[in-house]
């Protein structure tokens, strides 16, 4: 009964935290609706009606579909018998919650959905730069020849390590403790500090295989990537990047301009996210308000980026003072 009640007011407080704060921030969207080129009167009512971050995308309930479980130093979730691996900092609520959000994000139909198995090549060397929980890269190690995850937070290491103990064993994933962005420097999410570096670097300075593809979600240091990235994307083996759009306000335009210089076709993948520019932080979770952006940018190289291409590749003129933005979904505090 106690756990019922528990249930009940979880339910209510999350549905009362969303809307306490929601309309005000649709509100004020409203009046600025000249600053979001993607304003839709449509899509915000979508919003409201479907407390959903992804309004043209009709979420599905997973919940049944995989199990929580607690040892006695992690919680974990089962999933088509695999096991993904959470922080104890983590409630029960909140690692179901987060993943069945991102089974979501990963179904078909959804905007942030990247490359499925099916599209993965066996003999592929894959970059994963934000891993999060290791869902997509658990799906992927099952075909492709390895998996370089890049993932600055301890923590999260730790997670990702137990997560993919069999797969570290056999070769097929590497786990890199390091951030990446334009160069080595200080970066802070949050309340936490970072140590990032350039990709080229730390190509070099672990000597890792040169990527067939690069997939990357790192809270707004996408273009930097891109940026400490050249001389990784002028490998001839590499065949796609996908990219999220959507933690600062011109990504998207920015990310399709740098590689509008490759031979190829890039695109965003169709609906939009609604991300934001503050978080408010509750109790039980992190509750974002909307702005509405594209969420995913996919480039599929033509037989390889030519190396003499990049010497005309110009720096892309970034606004620093570009506030990063979170996705709309349950982080822990």
Known sequence: MKQIIRKIQ?????????????????????????????????????????????????????????????????????????????????????????????????????????????????????????????????????????????????????????TFESEIKNGKVIIIQEGVSNEHKEIQYGKQVFTVDSLSHLVKKYKLPAPNFIKADIEGEEMHLLEGAKDVIANPNIEVVQITSYHRPHDSENIAQFFSQYSGKGESSEGVTLVNRDGLETVIFTFHHPIIRKCLYTFRFQLGPSKESLKNVPSIAIKRNESRTYPCSFQSN
């Open 10 to 162: 979880y339910s209510l407080y999350r549905f009362m935290a969303f809307y306490a704060v929601a309309i005000p921030s649709v509100l004020a969207i409203i009046f600025n609706k000249s600053k979001e080129p993607l304003f839709s009167y449509r899509c915000l009512l979508l919003y409201l009606l479907k407390r959903d971050y992804f309004p043209f995308y009709s979420q599905v309930n997973f919940r049944d579909r995989f199990t929580f479980h607690q040892d006695k130093d992690f919680p974990f979730v089962v999933y088509n018998n695999d096991t993904y691996f959470y922080s104890n900092k983590w409630s029960k609520e909140l690692i179901i919650d987060n993943f069945n959000s991102t089974l979501n994000e990963q179904n078909i139909g959804s905007p942030h959905r990247y490359l499925s198995t099916d599209e993965i090549k066996e003999g592929w060397v894959i970059y994963d730069i934000g891993a999060a929980e290791g869902l997509q890269a658990k799906e992927w190690s099952k075909k492709t020849k390895q998996i370089i995850i890049f993932e600055p937070d301890e923590t999260q290491c730790v997670c990702l390590r137990k």
